[in-house]
């Protein structure tokens, strides 16, 4: 197992070396750059001179393109983002006029919070409503707790977060929840208690959204995962020992059953970098959603690629977390 993760390891670093240079080709190759942005507000504020570039000189052209690191050739500036990532200055944000880590650490809470939130949520849901259904398949509860799933699954992000708003947010009916923000002005000033449940308070319409769609297919892949390892013969074995089916379920069949589930919380790295747009937008929600959305309208290359590396990197590691955790849960899996 120490060999594999070594491997998987070392496997990282050709995989991410790929994953930038064509994220950062594409990015580039893309119209709009931000001299192109620049220049076009210096046309339209009127702060235009006599020159070549549409009316902006030689000199000003130039200048802009120094300032945005775009006066090198394009493999040039990509070697000195390698470079700069060794010690992890990802540069300054030309939107925000700060240096990108800094940009990244103001809108991370949010996302992380909602995103580590909704995961556990997710797995404390779709994990004893798989195994409800798969041991009661075929009754009343499987059939319509099937039903209430599907309508759940089908209902999209965006409707389901204008509706709550519209209708339990200050709408055109109740007021009951408070919009943007993840906590009260008056946050600091109230007691554990108050504090705890003013969060819960701004989290539960955005956290409906992210959980409604993340938990259904969950729940049916808890259920046919358990249901196929009931049908296996070791499971009859226990059953014809004399052992009861509560101890054969949850001992036995279930360990099993949960090989499949475990592929998901490799996500668990990545869920602090995780941001919906349409979420974050509906609930006035500053986060990394909107962060990566801006920045892709703006033209942010360094915040983007920042991203972009930061995000790969978590994912990698979190399938290498997933498949550590295949051994522990059953020691049969060998990686090698």
Not at 26 to 36: C, T, Y
Not at 80 to 90: E, H, P, S
Not at 180 to 205: A, P
Not at 320 to 325: G, K, R, Y
């Amino acid at each position: 197992m120490t060999k594999y993760v070594f491997q998987r390891l070392l496997f990282m670093l050709p995989t991410l070396f790929g994953i930038t240079l064509v994220c950062f080709v594409v990015i580039n190759l893309a119209p709009g750059s931000p001299v192109e942005q620049a220049l076009s507000k210096m046309k339209f504020g009127g702060k235009s001179s006599a020159g070549n570039s549409g009316g902006v000189s030689n000199e000003v052209l130039e200048a802009i393109k120094k300032q945005y690191g775009f006066d090198q050739p394009m493999h040039i500036r990509y070697l000195i983002w390698l470079k700069n990532i060794v010690t992890l200055d990802f540069g300054e944000s030309f939107t925000y006029q700060r240096p990108v880590l800094s940009v990244i650490a103001e809108k991370l809470p949010v996302s992380m919070q909602f995103g580590l939130v909704s995961l556990l949520l997710i797995y404390m849901i779709s994990i004893p409503i798989g195994i409800a259904k798969a041991v009661r398949d075929g009754t009343h509860f499987d059939l319509w707790s099937s039903v209430m799933l599907m309508v759940a699954y089908s209902i999209p992000p965006l409707i389901l977060g204008i509706l709550m708003r519209v209708y339990l947010a200050g709408g055109q009916f109740l007021d009951i929840f408070p919009l943007g923000e993840i906590y009260s002005d008056s946050y600091y000033s109230l007691s554990t208690w108050g504090k705890f449940c003013d969060r819960v308070h701004h989290f539960i319409l955005p956290l409906t959204c992210y959980v409604v769609n993340g938990f259904t297919v969950l729940v049916f892949l808890m259920k046919n995962s358990l249901m196929e390892e009931i049908r296996l013969d070791y499971v009859r074995t226990a059953r014809a020992k004399g052992l009861d089916e509560r101890t054969v379920i949850y001992k036995h069949a279930l360990r099993n059953a949960l090989i499949p589930i475990l592929t998901g919380l490799g996500s668990f790295l990545t869920v602090f970098f995780a941001g919906s747009i349409i979420i974050e937008q509906v609930f006035n929600l500053d986060g990394m959603g909107l962060l990566s959305y801006k920045s892709i309208l703006s033209r942010d290359y360094n915040v983007l690629m920042a991203l972009i590396f930061i995000e790969s990197l978590l994912a990698m590691a979190g399938r290498l977390v997933s498949d550590i955790t295949y051994v522990l849960v059953d020691p049969r899996i060998d990686f090698k």
